[in-house]
């Protein structure tokens, strides 16, 4: 134990709760996470599909949004303190082994998210650090020299106590506002804003989207791969390739969730938004592919259902020739050449309006929080000496593929030791 341990307090036992207090305690301090669920970890067990996707290898330039250009020159430069290659050999150590897959995604061996959490709290206990659960911070009443929190803990029994807990040092791990019922309820931006701090309005990240259309129905559980183009008040705003997912709201999948956060705040502005979508992304030449796909002599035979049906999904090809008003049993040659071409380019170019995203309960992060221009580079507040913000309780989001939890691990990790 070292001459000067700090007492370090830190609210919320998710990831960056975790990481920070694992890497305070082996640095000598005191440590105790305060956690207003049951459990810690529980939001790392939703973490892809279950499987807990740890970090990325590919590499971070360009996967990070931030409210400002100032604020993603920091994110990068942490990441460049604690990266990749950090977050594989720190959970090594503590004896979990990891397995790199497609596109750098990095997973464990197992491919359980399970095995994270609890490496992490078997780590937490062998450091003594103490858990205590079902306990909500009320109030953090800062000094000048550390300060104290209020809260409120419950016990099996639903006893209620109010314990006062003191510090050297607090780090507010407390997540964001998606998926609430892990714990990220949001209440993590009411106690950073009482100690001074602004918020860039939290709002759903990696999310479906919900569009208008009366078709969405009939097509809903299709499943194609797409090339898709958010337009924002007709200008182009974020595009992304993949696995598109049909529901009766709207659209889903992974390039949805990419370009979702960029939607959320356009139309958080006021901003129209639209989705283009192309359905056909294999077809190198789009003029060719339809000259030759709507030839009458070779095809004229086929209903205009069936041969649209050997470019998409059936529901696809039905919900086409309705839009465009054709009886989908009538025969190519009788429908014409102009309709069938007419057809085509609409599945190169089918258009949906955006009319919002679904809520933070089915959100896995969310964009916006306390802006990074009001904490240092080791994520102490410049506005409340001793206290830490870090995580998603932070205005920094990324893509899928890992990019969340690694912010999440290297944020917690250099607020833990407080290294550069």
């Not at 040092?169 to 997540?175: D, P, S």
């Not at 192309?278 to 009458?296: C, T």
Request: glycine residues 10%; positive net charge.
């Amino acid at each position: 134990m070292r001459l000067n341990m700090k007492r370090v307090l830190i609210v919320g036992g998710g990831a960056s709760g975790l990481m920070a207090a694992v890497f305070a305690a082996q640095n000598g301090d005191e440590v105790t996470i305060l956690e207003h669920k049951d459990r810690v970890g529980k939001k790392i067990l939703m973490t892809g599909n279950g499987k807990c996707n740890l970090t990325n290898v590919s590499g971070f330039d360009g996967k990070y949004y931030s409210s400002d250009e100032e604020s993603l020159k920091k994110i990068y430069g942490t990441l460049a303190r604690f990266g990749a290659k950090d977050t594989i050999a720190f959970f090594e150590r503590i004896g979990l082994y990891t397995k790199e897959k497609r596109d750098g995604c990095v997973y464990p061996v197992s491919e359980q998210a399970s095995a994270v959490a609890d490496v992490l709290k078997s780590e937490c206990e062998r450091l003594k650090i103490k858990l205590l659960t079902n306990c909500e911070v009320r109030r953090v009443m800062p000094g000048k020299n550390g300060g104290a929190v209020e809260t409120v803990q419950t016990d099996a029994a639903g006893e209620s106590k109010k314990p006062v807990f003191s510090y050297d040092r607090l780090i507010l791990a407390t997540g964001g506002a998606a998926a609430p019922a892990s714990g990220s309820d949001g209440s993590g931006y009411r106690l950073a804003g009482s100690i001074g701090h602004s918020i860039v309005e939290p709002l759903p990240a990696l999310v479906q989207l919900r569009c208008e259309g009366s078709f969405f129905k009939a097509v809903a559980g299709v499943r194609a791969q797409a090339d898709i183009v958010l337009y924002a008040d007709g200008k182009p705003a974020a595009r992304d390739r993949g696995e598109l997912q049909l529901t009766d709201y709207g659209i889903s999948g992974i390039p949805v969730f990419q370009i979702s956060r960029v939607a959320a705040r356009a139309l958080f502005e006021k901003k129209s938004c639209e989705v283009r979508i192309n359905f056909l992304p294999y077809a190198d030449n789009r003029e060719s592919f339809i000259a030759r796909s709507a030839d009458a002599e070779r095809f004229g035979c086929k209903t205009v259902e069936g041969l649209l049906a050997g470019m998409v999904h059936k529901k696809l090809a039905a919900m086409i020739c309705k839009k465009n008003h054709i009886d989908a049993k009538m025969r190519a040659s009788e429908a014409g050449v102009k309709a069938v071409q007419k057809c085509i380019r609409d599945l190169f170019d089918f258009r949906v309006r955006v009319k919002g995203t679904n809520p933070f309960e089915n959100a896995q992060v969310c964009s916006g929080g306390v802006p990074l221009c009001e904490v240092d580079e080791h994520f102490e507040s410049r506005l409340c000496k001793n206290v830490y913000l870090v995580g998603e309780l932070l205005d920094c989001d990324g893509l899928c593929g890992g990019y969340n939890l690694q912010w999440a691990w290297a944020t917690g990790a250099i607020a833990g030791k407080g290294f550069t």
